[in-house]
């Protein structure tokens, strides 16, 4: 009897359905020679500190460096410390038995890094021996599931992913844990978290803050002028900047004085804007920040829902491209996606003998290809996933569709001593853009202009003095800061780092978001409108580590580097490891070095006997122990910060603090209040209303 092990109930359940496991037991279903299981994710990770028996934050237990990592079943919140999750517990125990019962598994956990750690970790937790082989498919679909029984893989050849997987995970556990404890140490109060990936993209995002914020804003004139030949208007705009607006304007009643303009230089090109890739993973977490203001984990969870409903194919991918046998597919799926009315006008204008072919590159392809629809076309959906799915479909139109072509003129226009530019667009074949009016990028510049030659003179039918102001670097966007992640080794200032990191980035498609999710979570950036900004707890981390060898992206871009070699079977596992080690007791023995200065503090009184108060990690005490007046710090998934508890114990009322949570599992908004007596209550913002 064949054991399958899937990610999730809900895949599980497909699986068994196909190969014929219809009796549904307890945590699985047997049937037809089957049993099918499953995880839920993760259920087992790498031991914590205090399981090999190391308490507390302690400057003497650092670096903690296991001789070997144990795996432990999950672990769950409850109250002020983690406990096993029973459930978790249970599962594990009836995967053991399905395996002990079966002659061996079929793995078909999520085709890739993470769902290989999955499945090979349970193994190993299990001590199980039994023989396995590989479901590889970039799809859930009937066909896609039957192709692949039918063609398994052996379980040995994805022995490089799992240890690429491995190295990854042990990699964030000493480099966490070790520069996390060390920090917090160094600091003496509060919580502070570092990580492989979280620190260097805090760094880019405050670097990115403090240039904006220390950036010069400076004012500057410009002067316009309005044409009109042959009953077509336009503008030409001055070369010369001026500083201050009076002498703009003189120069402009000068030039209107002059009343014509001549051409010394007109060039016309013709060009072309390929169509576009299909999305990876972050391409499409940053066209939905864009286009629809998702953020880059809504996006992730309602492309993984998508593709558990079988719509669309494995979103976790980093490939824009497809191989050679897929693009036979192609036109099928294009055809069955005209059956979907949203599709239907976008699919009418694409020409069947006219297919752009650039997205197929066998040696581009990764462990999955560029993300597609599948033959399953939906007819209803929940409105997010209509216009993500929306959003992928037309990529794929997109890309199959021909380039589109442009006339670009560009002219110099002169009067007196002074030059005028023009640049106009004209749109001859629009190709792929007409798929989604997609012009926004240049539409400033589209527009008709009147025959010109060079020679010509031109009336000046208008004069117009333009202020504009110079503009600091751009604030993050969730899509900008994707890209900044996924690009981070082309923004190498050294040369040969930035040549021999090219287009390497920080995290994988599959993690990016979380990391940011983290940087929420931890109060270390903030949302503001669509700028991604630092808090106050944010920038003093950086401000301490920022030079440190934990926030270097060009180390975590370089680790990227050395996974991808093990996962190829170029770099050995034992050898990646012990650099790690080396590396986490530098980073730890930096830390610990640390000296903050930090702003020194009001004393805060005990609201019941008015005595000093301590401020420590989790709770605020009173410094008299007769009084014994306590507050914790953690309240409702929140951590009250310094400013929030000065608040308190001076106005007995701290601003609102958001996103609580309450024990229903719902988030709410309040104010905390203290009483006299010191007991805490909550009030609740009052709603306006319309």
């Not at 993050?476 to 040969?496: H, Q, R």
Request: net charge neutral; charged share 25%.
């Amino acid at each position: 009897m064949k054991a399958i092990i899937a990610e999730k109930p809900s895949v599980a359940h497909e699986l068994a359905r196909i190969v014929g496991a219809t009796e549904k037991k307890e945590g699985y279903f047997i049937g037809n020679d089957f049993m099918v299981t499953w995880a839920f994710g993760h259920l087992v990770g790498l031991a914590m500190p205090e399981d090999y028996g190391i308490n507390g934050f302690n400057r003497e237990s650092l670096p903690i460096i296991p001789e070997s990592f144990r795996l432990i079943s999950r672990k769950v919140r409850s109250g002020k410390e983690y406990v096993f999750d029973q459930s978790a517990k249970r599962q594990l125990e009836i995967i053991g038995q399905v395996f002990e019962r079966s002659n061996g598994i079929i793995v078909a956990t999520d085709a890739g890094r993470e769902g290989e750690v999955i499945f090979r970790y349970i193994y190993e937790y299990l001590g199980c021996n039994k023989p396995f082989e590989r479901l590889w498919i970039s799809s859930l679909t009937e066909n896609a599931i039957i192709n692949g029984l039918s063609n398994l893989k052996i379980g040995s050849d994805f022995d490089g992913l799992y240890f690429a997987g491995r190295e990854r995970s042990q990699a964030d556990w000493l480099i966490g844990i070790n520069s996390t404890q060390a920090l917090t140490i160094a600091i003496g109060d509060g919580l502070y978290s570092l990580g492989r990936v979280q620190t260097p993209t805090l760094s880019l995002i405050c670097k990115r803050y403090h240039d904006h914020q220390s950036f010069e804003i400076k004012n500057y004139f410009q002067i316009q002028l309005e044409h009109q030949k042959e009953g077509t208007v336009f503008t030409t705009v001055s070369t010369d900047k001026w500083d201050e607006q009076a002498k703009a304007e003189a120069a402009a009643r000068t030039i209107e004085r002059a009343g014509t303009v001549s051409i010394i230089d007109i060039e016309q090109k013709s060009s072309s804007v390929q169509a576009p890739l299909l999305f990876d993973l972050t391409g499409l977490q940053k066209e939905a920040n864009k286009k629809l203001g998702f953020s880059a984990e809504k996006t992730l969870e309602i492309a993984q829902s998508l593709y558990e409903k079988k719509f669309i194919s494995y979103p976790r991918t980093g490939s824009k491209y497809i191989p050679e046998d897929v693009w036979a597919e192609i036109p099928a799926l294009i055809r069955a996606l005209g059956t979907r009315e949203a599709s239907k006008g976008a699919v009418d204008q694409i020409k069947w003998e006219r297919y752009n072919k650039h997205i197929v590159n066998d040696l581009k392809v990764t462990d999955h290809h560029g993300i597609l629809i599948t033959e399953n076309i939906p007819t209803m959906l929940a409105a997010h996933e209509n216009t993500l799915y929306d959003m992928i479909a037309n990529r794929l139109l997109e890309t199959v569709s021909p380039a589109c072509h442009r006339e670009i003129t560009t002219a110099v226009f002169s009067v007196l001593h002074y030059e005028f530019g023009l640049k106009a667009i004209k749109i001859t074949s629009p190709g792929w853009k007409s798929i989604n009016g997609n012009f926004e990028d240049e539409d400033e510049d589209i527009f008709d202009l009147p025959h010109l030659e060079k020679g010509n003179e031109i009336n000046i039918r208008g004069v117009k003095v333009l202020a504009k102001k110079t503009k600091p670097p751009a604030l993050f966007t969730e899509a900008e800061l994707l890209s900044a992640m996924e690009n981070v080794g082309n923004a190498m200032e050294d040369k040969e780092e930035r040549k021999v990191l090219k287009s390497i980035g920080i995290g994988t498609p599959a993690t990016r978001a979380a990391v940011i999710e983290t940087l929420f979570d931890r109060d270390y950036i903030r949302r503001e409108k669509k700028a991604i900004i630092p808090t106050e707890k944010g920038l003093l981390v950086y401000q301490i580590v920022g030079d440190k060898i934990i926030a270097n992206a060009n180390m975590t871009a370089q680790w990227e580097m050395s996974f991808e070699k093990i996962q190829n079977a170029e770099m050995s596992p034992a050898e990646f490891h012990l650099a790690l080690e080396e590396l986490t007791k530098k980073v730890t023995e930096e830390l610990l070095q640390v000296k903050v200065n930090v702003p020194r503090q009001e004393e805060l009184c005990c609201p019941k006997c008015k005595s000093k108060v301590f401020l420590r990690e989790k709770i605020v005490k009173c410094a008299n122990d007769e009084c014994g007046w306590m507050l914790f710090r953690y309240v409702c998934g929140i951590n009250l910060s310094y400013n929030q508890i000065e608040a308190l114990l001076n106005t007995n009322r701290t601003p609102l603090i958001r996103k609580m949570v309450g024990r229903s599992g719902k988030q709410f908004d309040a104010y905390i209040i203290m009483a006299k007596d010191g007991s805490t209550t909550f009030d609740f913002e009052k709603k306006k209303k319309r």
